[in-house]
T-cell receptor, first 115, second 111 residues
Framework: GAVVSQHPSRVICKSGTSVKIECRSL??????MFWYRQFPKKSLMLMAT?????????EQGVEKDKFLINHASLTLSTLTVTSAHPEDSSFYIC???????????FGQGTRLTVV | GENVEQHPSTLSVQEGDSAVIKCTYS??????FPWYKQELGKRPQLIID?????GEKKDQRIAVTLNKTAKHFSLHITETQPEDSAVYFC??????????FGTGTSLTVIP
């Protein structure tokens, strides 16, 4: 299988600051990357879909100015949580696909805690 | 966007019995349906997938069926083992532009 690495795995930040989470496909070029938020014992909620070189497509209810997504290359997408608040505390996880209609490979996730 | 519903949310079976998890989707354009297993504290891992031109697919103890007309697909696990205990997610995708997950099923296999 392919490897997707997400960094950091855990981060604690102060309210009002910004946090950047990286998602890298280590051994393949990802046409598309997805960002999800997962609440405890809950499903993966799709936040946005990002394609290299174009603007991310955000799901309804997700603030694009709050959750900035940059897909700078075929192997890297970043999610920046701006002006973080305690309610942004969650588990964020990315996935990447090589081509359409194929397996999505997940990163290990990032546990964000805003204090 | 796509709306994927999954049932049941929790499922307990005796070791050796079968487990069935069902999902429905709303977007008729969806054409790729993977199933993922997520163990506690780990990332989701693909266990089986099916594409819209196929009605059934089997891999050892795991099988998936798809009914495109009714827009539902199911996961079947036979001869369950304790290590099958995990949360299972179905998903529906349309040409890679959408990748929506069901609400998850927590499966417990009782030894």
């Amino acid at each position: 299988g392919a490897v997707v690495s997400q960094h950091p795995s855990r981060v604690i930040c102060k309210s009002g600051t910004s946090v950047k989470i990286e998602c890298r496909s280590l051994d393949f070029q990802a046409t598309t990357m997805f960002w999800y938020r997962q609440f405890p014992k809950k499903s993966l909620m799709l936040m946005a879909t990002s394609n290299e070189g174009s603007k991310a497509t955000y799901e309804q209810g997700v603030e694009k100015d709050k959750f900035l997504i940059n897909h700078a290359s075929l192997t890297l997408s970043t999610l920046t949580v701006t002006s973080a608040h305690p309610e942004d505390s969650s588990f964020y996880i990315c996935s990447a696909i090589k081509t359409e209609n194929t397996e999505a490979f997940f990163g290990q996730g990032t546990r964000l805690t805003v204090v | 966007g796509e709306n994927v519903e999954q049932h049941p949310s929790t499922l307990s079976v005796q070791e050796g019995d079968s487990a069935v998890i069902k999902c429905t989707y709303s977007d008729s354009a969806s054409n790729y349906f993977p199933w993922y297993k997520q163990e506690l504290g780990k990332r989701p891992q693909l266990i089986i997938d099916i594409r819209s031109n196929v009605g059934e697919k089997k891999d050892q103890r795991i099988a998936v069926t798809l009914n495109k007309t009714a827009k539902h697909f199911s996961l079947h696990i036979t001869e369950t083992q304790p290590e099958d205990s995990a949360v299972y997610f179905c998903a529906a995708s349309w040409s890679g532009n959408q990748f929506y997950f069901g609400t998850g099923t927590s499966l417990t296999v009782i030894p």
